[in-house]
């Protein structure tokens, strides 16, 4: 056997030391040794010497470095396993009884957005659950792209899904872009990762030719044909505030708002 290679395949092997995640953490959060230090109030020579492996962090350390790199709930069950430590957050089903506030919550949003269209996705913007405003927006999608898990990014930008629809197609396929983009950056998901491959290598019908927004827009719209006319919608995203849940911490509410009262209207109607 190559000498060379069987080295390098042990250094992949080689489990990651917990100060290699917090400096790719830091790094990622763009922020130095002792901005971070500042942050968690500890001293840098502390920070570096967690990073070198010169010094183990407590659990206690742990949870406040991951608490000031704004690390995802599921990371830091990664990160305390990795340092020795039993994992903090439990990750339940939608489903699990524990959750039935949080879905009832959920439901109600959803329900009390009508005639408006409003929805909910995990982390992967896999479709959770949905009002009956969205169905009439479907109904000339291709039903393979329906069929679950329907995921919402995959639905809005295939050329079998709603791209064809979509009056200013470039301009909200960068905007979706843009979002998941950040999303990686955050959470340094690898699905999320081969998601914006995929996403971002489907067509863009018709050149790609954005139509010019109105001045008086205030956000990127959704404009979507409908029958004879065109829904102009603008969208907020609404998050749990103080999860400790994993499954509640990845889950977010899209409402969709009419941008002017003529879409209004129309919504009301469907």
Do not use: C
Not at 2 to 31: C, F, M, V, Y
Not at 166 to 171: G, R
Not at 214 to 220: E, I, L, M
Not at 241 to 253: C, K, M, N, R, Y
Request: net charge negative; charged share 25%; proline share 8%.
């Amino acid at each position: 056997m190559n000498a060379h290679a069987s080295t390098a395949r042990a250094e992949q092997a080689k489990p990651i030391h917990i100060g290699e995640h917090l400096r790719d953490w830091r790094q990622r959060r763009h922020l130095s040794q002792l901005a971070l230090a500042n942050e968690a109030d500890v001293s840098a020579r502390h920070v570096s010497f967690l990073e070198t492996g010169r010094a183990q962090p407590s659990r206690e350390m742990l949870l406040r470095l991951s608490e000031r790199l704004e690390i995802p709930l599921r990371e830091r069950n990664g990160l305390l396993i990795a340092a020795g430590f039993a994992p903090v957050y439990a990750e339940r089903p939608l489903d699990d009884p524990a959750l039935a506030s949080a879905r009832e919550a959920v439901q109600q949003v959803l329900t009390g957005h009508e005639p408006y269209p409003a929805l909910a996705v995990d982390r992967h913007w896999n479709l959770v659950a949905f009002n009956q405003a969205i169905p009439p927006l479907l109904t000339t999608v291709d039903p393979e792209q329906l069929k679950p898990p329907v995921n919402v990014l995959r639905l809005s930008l295939h050329p079998q899904g709603l791209a064809p629809r979509i009056a200013n197609l470039a301009e909200w396929r960068g905007h979706l872009l843009d979002r998941l983009r950040r999303q990686i950056e955050v959470s340094g998901d690898p699905v999320l990762a081969e998601l914006m491959r995929e996403v971002s290598g489907y067509p863009v019908l018709d050149g790609g030719r954005a139509e010019p927004v109105s001045g008086d827009v205030v956000a990127v719209p959704l404009r979507l044909r409908q029958g004879d006319r065109t829904l102009d919608l603008i969208s907020t995203t609404t998050v749990f505030g103080t999860p400790v849940d994993i499954t509640l911490s990845e889950l977010a509410i899209e409402s969709f708002f009419p941008a002017n009262p003529g879409t209004a209207e129309a919504l009301r109607k469907l």
